[in-house]
């Protein structure tokens, strides 16, 4: 049965929890797990507890034994009337789980023989009974028994012998942060002394022999710290801190209380293995999880609506922290290509929700876009408005005010109105609107005076078909004929559906500059030539609104190119210019000569109000490319030698601008020279970053067959390496090719589709090639269907999250409509479907 739940249902616990106690017997089978609870009553109500899959032993009140048929029938609640209820009391409980069938990866489970745990959102009754909601917080004791070498859990240790540990975390925290770790593993120890002096054990723990691979991941950690000291004035709280490396995750990484777990592929790094976008993802997710520490730990969320809470504050951390570590610019520019590819195009769909959405089925299937990139743009917004003061007032009233409870949104608005005395009521919408608005600019000019004219609309999304004016914060600029800045970045906050604003004593009619930063997460539709766009390339003094002009004049050549005919000779003249003087700044240059994707260009044409042709798409878009490499050909080859990176390969932010650059650069070269440089490179390269790079551009020139054999000859032991094998090849091939190859890859022994890695790999590999996943015969849809039919047994939550590559279907021509549809109803009607995909899929097709 699906139970929506409601945020306006949210009712306090009625009991507070003293101390935990939990005592864990491991085996893959028969994990025995006791628990002890000093609850205390805090309000009226019976005492209910949650429960799944669990094999109950026993229960008892203060000793007393509990009838076993207090449990619900369908073994997820157990109710003990406030009648049986003393004001304190301390429930115990026994109850028998086995780690070795739990597929899912939600509680208690086997990864590689290491006993592990997830328990965000609801895997903590998994493992044993208890309120498992965020807003009941409580410090836990727990001892581990087991013969595997080494017994981790949350907190500090209190022993640590011979097949018995003993954990104790002092610090309330609900269920959902709690973790256990049991198996062979081996650490990269260091150490950290605190702001205040205190000496901080760290540990980040692999499977042995993965060490040399693990240091890069302890100096994102420790990088982490400081800045979080530096930036917030936060310091960690706790004796140790371990952070675990397992292979089998369905996310990313998990920041349970002083002990994180990370998928492997977001720890191991070694330049042979891992590529610059690895290095960064690492060094991001670890500063991630880390700031959780205060912002979702010590604050943590009331209820699961609240997640962006924690989400989108600690995305847009981490997002300054990649910032100050890397360059700001470029980190900007990446962010924003991200949320328009994820999250606009969720905000454009039939999963649209806002970044608090206020109802739910599975709440696993809230782990969006919109939550986390969203909900970290709505900050970014917020800090706009109130300036940097402003900002840093409200965050040291939300720790002060906060510490140590589960909140709201509203708690968080209100410390921004408290610090900076600002009316926040219509702000609010940000949080409990969905749907990207769109502004529309017009332009008046006369006798040296500009007016702008702005609109904002945002369609109707569901359940949603109101949507009134937000407040927008406009960043602009004024550039001049002659590529001068002649008005400096001047922050406007429109908060009507129509609104202008008046520029007086201008000289020359200038070009606009606008939502420079991206300063709001809006879509824009505006009057501009080609020759503006060119002058803001060319000129413009803001990073990411000068990238912008370039990617709008592509994406203009390219829908041009794709729905009617010719065009691009302007983009293409653009980047000559460019080119000149692309080693002075090269990530941004590689950022500039990489074309619109096929996705976002059918994302644009559909915003326009076309059908986008996915073949037509693909077919204008290699053609542009074509040009360009041919029209530039003398000044790629020149910059492709030049961005050699001689030398030990470093992981930082300059060495992968200059190879992104180089790589930039041999995609279009490819395109000519026979694949010759990709080959050389390929052959030659002692980094992964260069080595994927040039295997990408052979498997797309359709000279592959030798260079994958050496590949998988070379890394077959290596499952993270392999993965990207497994993932380049539906990716970058033909789209007559993708999906035949996909199946033939799916055949192979070692695409072992049960870990989450490996099966993402290759199957949204081939959804994220646009013409092969819409392929016009609807194999694309079918092949992605049955592999999502057979997973969804074995982990729904994996399933769930990847039935968002269904998201767009509707925006198609009537053949491929009725391809997805059939796929999507395959799966809908599929006997035992998990609620997580039956949400998802009921959502797309409504
Ligand atoms: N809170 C983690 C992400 C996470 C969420 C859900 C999970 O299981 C359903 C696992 C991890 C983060 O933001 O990193
Ligand atoms: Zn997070």
Redesign the pocket.
């Known amino acids: 049965m699906t139970v929506t739940q409601y945020l306006a249902d949210w009712r306090p616990y009625p009991f507070e929890i003293a101390e935990t106690r939990l005592e864990f017997d491991l085996a893959p089978k028969g994990t025995r797990v006791r628990s002890q609870i000093d609850f205390r009553r805090k309000g009226p109500g019976d005492l209910v507890l949650d429960g799944a899959g669990l094999r109950t032993q026993s229960l008892a009140i203060d000793g007393k034994p509990l009838d076993l048929s207090l449990i619900s029938k369908d073994d997820e609640r157990l109710v003990v009337p406030a009648s049986a209820l003393p004001d304190s009391f301390t429930f115990a409980a026994e109850v028998e789980i086995d780690p070795e069938m739990n597929t899912a990866l939600?509680g208690l489970y086997l990864s590689g023989g290491m006993f592990c745990t997830?328990c965000?959102?609801e895997?903590f009754r998994h493992i044993t009974w208890y309120p498992d909601r965020p807003d009941v917080m409580a410090p836990f004791r727990v001892t581990i028994r087991s013969d595997k070498p080494v017994l981790l859990s949350n907190g500090n240790p209190v022993s640590r012998g011979q097949g018995e540990a003993v954990w104790h975390d002092p610090w309330p925290k609900p269920a959902y942060l709690f973790a256990l770790v049991a198996g062979d593993l081996v650490a990269i120890p260091d150490s950290f002394t605190t702001m205040s002096g205190r000496k901080v054990e760290l540990n980040v723990w692999v499977r042995p022999g993965d060490q040399d691979r693990a240091g890069y991941a302890m100096e994102s950690l420790i990088r982490s710290m400081k800045w979080d000291e530096e930036t917030y004035g936060r310091e960690y709280d706790l004796d140790v801190f371990n952070l675990v490396a397992v292979d089998d995750?369905?996310?990313?990484?998990?920041?349970n209380k002083g002990l994180n777990i990370f998928n492997s592929k977001l720890v191991l790094a070694s330049a042979e293995t891992a590529t610059d976008g690895d290095y960064e993802r690492i060094e991001g997710?670890i500063g991630?999880?880390y700031f959780?520490n205060w912002t979702?730990n010590r604050i943590t969320c009331r209820d699961w609506f609240q997640l962006c809470l924690?989400?989108g504050l600690?995305v847009f951390r981490d997002q300054q922290f990649t910032s100050d570590m890397r360059s700001a610019a470029v980190k900007r520019i990446h962010d924003v290509q991200t949320l328009r590819a994820r999250q606009f195009r969720e905000d454009a769909g039939p999963l649209a929700h806002p970044p608090r959405p206020d109802n739910y089925q599975e709440i696993?299937n809230f782990?969006t876009a919109t939550v986390?990139e969203k909900g970290a743009e709505v900050i970014g917004m917020l800090k706009r408005l109130v300036g940097e003061d402003g900002y840093r007032k409200a965050l040291d009233l939300y720790f002060i005010r906060h510490d140590g409870q589960a909140c709201t949104i509203e708690d968080w608005i209100k410390v921004f109105e408290d610090a900076t005395g600002r009316d926040l009521t219509q702000f609010k919408r940000w949080y409990t609107d969905a749907g990207t608005p769109r502004l529309t600019l017009s332009e008046d000019w006369q006798d040296g005076r500009l007016t702008l004219h702005f609109r904002q609309e945002t369609a109707p999304t569901p359940g949603q078909p109101q949507k009134p004016p937000r407040v927008i914060p406009i960043a602009l600029g004024l550039i001049g004929p002659n590529g001068d800045e002649v008005l400096p970045t001047t922050v406007l906050e429109m908060t009507e559906a129509s609104q202008s604003f008046t520029f007086d004593g201008l000289g020359a009619r200038p070009v606009v500059s606008l939502l420079r930063g991206f300063s709001a997460p809006v879509t824009v539709a505006r009057e501009i030539t080609a020759d503006e766009q060119a002058l803001l390339l060319a000129h413009d003094t803001d990073p990411y609104a000068r990238w912008q002009a370039g990617h709008d004049l592509a994406l203009d050549a390219l829908i041009f190119r794709a729905t009617s005919g010719t065009g691009g000779a302007e983009f293409g003249q653009a980047i000559g210019g460019l080119l000149t003087d692309a080693a002075a700044d090269p990530a941004f240059a590689a950022l500039c000569l990489s074309l619109p994707g096929e996705e976002e260009i059918a994302t644009t044409i559909a915003a326009r109000g076309g059908v986008p042709d996915p073949d037509a798409i693909r077919t204008a878009r290699e053609a542009l490319a074509q040009d360009i490499a041919t029209a530039h050909e003398a000044e790629l080859a020149r910059l492709y030698d030049a961005m050699e990176t001689p030398g030990p390969y470093r992981p930082d932010a300059e060495g992968a601008g200059r190879r992104s650059l180089r790589l930039a650069c041999l995609g279009l070269l490819t395109r000519i020279d026979g694949a010759a440089r990709a080959q050389v490179l390929f052959n030659s390269a002692s980094n992964m970053t260069e080595r994927q790079g040039a295997l990408e551009c052979l498997i797309a020139a359709g000279k592959d067959t030798e260079a994958l054999a050496a590949f998988a000859q070379e890394f077959g032991s290596n499952r993270l390496v392999m993965d990207k094998w497994f993932m380049v090849q539906p990716l970058r091939a033909t789209p007559d090719q993708a999906v035949a190859r996909a199946r033939d890859l799916a055949e192979r022994a070692d695409f072992d589709w049960k870990n989450p890695n490996r099966f993402r790999a290759l199957i949204s590999g081939l959804c994220a090639n646009h013409a092969a996943f819409h392929a016009a015969d609807g194999s694309g849809y079918a092949f992605t269907v049955d592999w999502l039919m057979r997973l969804d047994p074995v982990n729904p939550?994996t399933t769930a999250r990847m039935c968002s590559a269904f998201e767009t279907w509707t925006r198609y021509d009537a053949d491929r409509q009725a391809h997805a549809k059939a796929a999507l109803g395959r799966l809908a009607a599929m006997k035992g479907l998990s609620r997580n995909t039956s949400e998802m899929v009921t959502r797309i097709l409504a």
């Not at 995750?249 to 920041?255: C, D, K, L, S, T």
């Open positions: 939600e997830q965000e959102a895997g995750f369905n996310m990313g990484a998990m920041e997710v991630h999880e959780h979702g924690k989400e600690t696993n782990y986390y939550q």
